[in-house]
């Protein structure tokens, strides 16, 4: 792990799970898997705060936990779903943009406590949504069953693996830790149950009484009585499926800007249709005939059937090879090409990573140093000259430019020697763009920037505490006064509590917290692409 | 690859290879050598481009703030525990529980979860001296009940914690049996309860031994 994603990783636990989950799990990142007493030695926490972390850690797939042959168990942390932590707006956001609120909600609640039994997430989900609904209204728990099972059917959520039926004989001691298994087939089988009942809204006034007296009524019958009838199934969210939703987004929408809208729609039908049948990181899509793929067309598209074809044979001639011809049965039959290998031609669009680099060129050193290397992105090799020449830049300039790029590792010098004593004055020296090289530099500043950003925000809400704790009590105080029925006048005195300096100063904080937070959104995106395409090309045999 | 850089500043235009090839021609000036590390910020050449706005950025935004408030309150942010106070105060008995290291306020699945993870929540009682006594060797799953003053107790509920029996067979005794609060609501309603029996012994996290010291 780099340096970069210790940091990012480390600032991510901090800020959602507060100090003592960040130490822990920054002394799994940094030293590797290692058993409970080393970490507590390790820490200088208390025993009881490391188990606590490791807990919670567990609970959020962030740790992952071994037996070790001696009997012994090794926790490890799993880095690169720590990060993720920094895509939950944009997987919650998704839910909502395919299954509505209660989608929303679902995952939502998922990812806030790492996994829960669908029971206990229909039930939170419908009391949620009663909140929002007006007076006398509450959800019905089957409608939010329904989404859930949706979302099981198309794969955006699973099964967690779970603990096996013990076979040992009742001699043996347990194993100090369970072995959680799950088999591929039982992932996303939503188990029979009949959950009844509505969404509870929360009385406003006596709710904390109430909600004691429950309580100890509830203590006095013996706790929480029956085990829900789904009892040790949990679900969880399945981020890969998500990422594979992005990628099916970006290709869609690169067709759309490439193409039309109908042939976007028509790869967007293909991809529906292959959803589940597609592996994830495999390169094509099952071949779909195109009889199929006309009746899965949405209704709102009536094209004819010889129009649906000339559509798929200009996606299958278009030399960025979007759509693949595989055969010829059943009016011709088409895959999609889903990932593409470093061999590519010219400027590809998302999700891969020769935008953002030229992006990144344009905007830090400008238009011309993006020229030059969307030159050499095109003409792969080139001798300084040539550079001069096709980029019809003057050669101090182009020289400067091609040196920071050099400095900055996003193109490479390639010697071709001319004689077999590689004498420097009988060799060629080209330049060329490594695009692997490039984007892992690219990634490694992203991870860089997001940690910056981070520690910026941070940073104002200290600089800016006290003010923010005046404005809160002020609040506070506005509200209780409201709800007591206070006069205009005295309202408007305890405004007066903050004065207008504060006031503009507040508003500063709330505009630069907002930019750094949607700046943070920001980067996760380029930070997916990146990844997607260091992954799928390091997968390739 | 700074290597092509870094020859220029010593022995000026000498290098391995033939600098034409690369673009610097006879006589040129070179740049000069690098005394000093970069600047922490440097200044900017041109305007970073405005981020991209729209429903979807607002809404994202707005969901990632919210996020992140929701998290904080959660049980899984985890906060330390109430420092030691070095003088108790009449006004500790009636304040709110505070965190405590060693009770979790979450039920998690302990069947998934590694034995030695388990914590002991146990409620704090006067006279737990008693309680001290270390015990024989128990099952997994069994629930302890209480020993002292049940009468005027409501029923608690309690886990226990591997790790302090292996100890004991062990006789290591190094883990310490934390007594603390279960933070409920209950609390409330048994202050009267407690002030009536107040018999000046203290309670709460501040009379527990927090150390790696045995249980007698």
């Known amino acids: ?541 | 690859l700074s290597m092509a850089g870094r020859g220029r500043g010593r022995g000026r235009g000498q290098m391995t290879f033939n600098v034409e090839a690369v673009g610097i021609g006879k006589g040129d000036a070179l740049p000069p050598p690098t005394l000093q590390p970069s600047p922490l910020f440097p200044a900017l050449e041109r305007r970073a481009a405005p981020l991209p706005g729209g429903e979807e950025g607002e809404y994202m935004l707005a969901l990632k703030q919210e996020l992140r408030r929701a998290m904080r309150g959660l049980p899984y942010f985890v906060k330390p525990g109430a420092p030691r106070r070095d003088i108790e105060r009449y006004s500790d008995k009636y304040q709110l529980s505070s965190p405590v290291d060693s009770a979790i306020d979450w039920n998690p699945d302990w069947r998934r979860l590694p034995r030695e993870l388990k914590i002991r929540v146990r409620r704090l009682r006067k006279g737990r001296t008693t309680s001290l006594v270390p015990k024989k060797y128990v099952a997994v799953d069994k629930e302890e009940t209480i020993k002292k003053l049940e009468s005027l107790e409501k029923k608690e509920e309690e886990v226990t914690s591997e790790e302090e029996e292996e100890k004991e067979e062990e006789e290591e005794g190094k883990e310490e049996e934390e007594e603390e609060y279960d933070e409920e609501e209950h609390e409330e309603e048994t202050d009267y309860v407690l002030s009536y029996f107040d018999n000046g012994e203290s309670f709460g996290p501040d009379s527990d031994d927090n150390g790696d010291e045995a249980v007698y």
């Open chain 1, 1 to 541: 792990m780099t340096q970069a994603e210790l940091r990012l990783c480390s600032l991510l636990l901090q800020e959602h799970f507060g100090e003592i989950v960040e130490k822990v799990g920054n002394s799994l990142l940094r030293t590797g898997p290692r058993p409970l007493r080393l970490l507590v030695g390790d820490t200088g926490l208390l025993p009881d705060q490391v188990k606590k972390a490791l807990c919670v850690l567990i609970q959020h797939n962030l740790v992952r936990y071994e037996v070790q042959p001696r009997g012994s168990v090794e926790y490890e942390a799993r880095s690169e779903r720590i990060l993720r932590i920094l895509r939950y707006p944009r997987y919650i956001y998704t839910a909502k943009t395919l299954y509505g609120d209660p989608g929303e909600l679902l995952v939502e609640e998922l990812l806030l406590h790492g996994h829960l039994p669908m029971s206990s997430a229909v039930a939170r989900v419908a009391d949620r949504l009663t909140e929002t609904m007006e007076d006398g209204k509450t959800m019905d728990y089957t409608e939010v069953s329904s989404t859930f099972v949706r979302l099981a059917d198309t794969h955006f959520i699973q099964r967690c693996p779970t603990v096996p039926e013990s076979l040992q004989s009742p001699k043996a001691p347990p194993p100090p830790a369970p072995a959680l298994a799950i088999d591929e087939k039982e992932m996303y089988v939503v188990p029979r149950l009949s959950l009844v009942g509505k969404g509870k809204r929360r009385h406003s006034c006596n709710e904390e009484e109430e909600g004691e007296h429950k309580a100890k009524r509830q203590k006095q019958e013996g706790g929480r009585s029956e085990t829900p009838p789904d009892d040790g199934i949990y679900w969880q969210v399945n981020l890969e499926r998500f990422h594979q939703h992005f990628r099916d987004q970006a290709l869609v929408s690169a067709v759309a800007s490439r193409m039309d809208q109908t042939s976007s729609e028509v790869v967007r039908t293909m991809l529906r249709m292959s959803e589940v049948t597609t592996a994830s990181g495999a390169s094509h899509t099952q071949p779909l005939s195109s009889n199929e793929i006309f009746r899965s067309l949405p209704a709102g598209y009536n094209i004819g059937k010889q129009v649906l074809d000339q559509y798929l044979a200009l996606l299958a001639d278009d030399p960025l090879e979007f759509v693949g011809k595989s055969g010829d049965s059943g009016g011709g039959t088409y895959t999609v090409k889903v990932t593409r290998g470093p061999g590519a031609s010219w400027a590809p669009p998302s999700p891969f990573p020769h935008p953002s680099l030229i992006l990144l060129l344009l905007h830090r050193f400008g238009s011309r140093c993006a020229r030059i290397f969307r030159l050499l992105l095109r003409k792969k090799h080139l001798e300084q000259k040539q550079v001069e020449d096709f980029a019809m830049i003057p050669a101090k300039e182009a020289k400067d430019m091609l040196y920071r790029m050099l400095s900055e590792n996003l193109v490479s010098l390639q010697e071709i020697p001319k004689t077999p004593d590689h004498a420097p004055s009988r060799t060629f020296y080209l330049y060329t763009v490594n695009v692997m090289a490039a984007a892992r530099m690219l990634l490694h500043r992203c991870y860089k920037s997001v940690a910056n950003l981070m520690e910026r925000r941070q940073h104002e809400m200290q600089e800016n505490k006290r003010l923010l704790d005046k404005s809160q009590r002020v609040e506070a105080i506005l509200a209780s006064m409201q709800a007591t029925g206070a006069e205009e006048a005295q309202l408007h005195e305890v405004e007066e509590m903050l004065t207008g300096p504060e006031r503009q100063q507040l508003e500063t904080l709330k505009r630069n917290v907002n930019k750094i937070d949607a700046s943070e959104n920001q980067v996760d995106e380029t930070i997916f692409v990146l990844e997607s395409f260091i992954e799928s090309t390091t997968k390739r045999p």
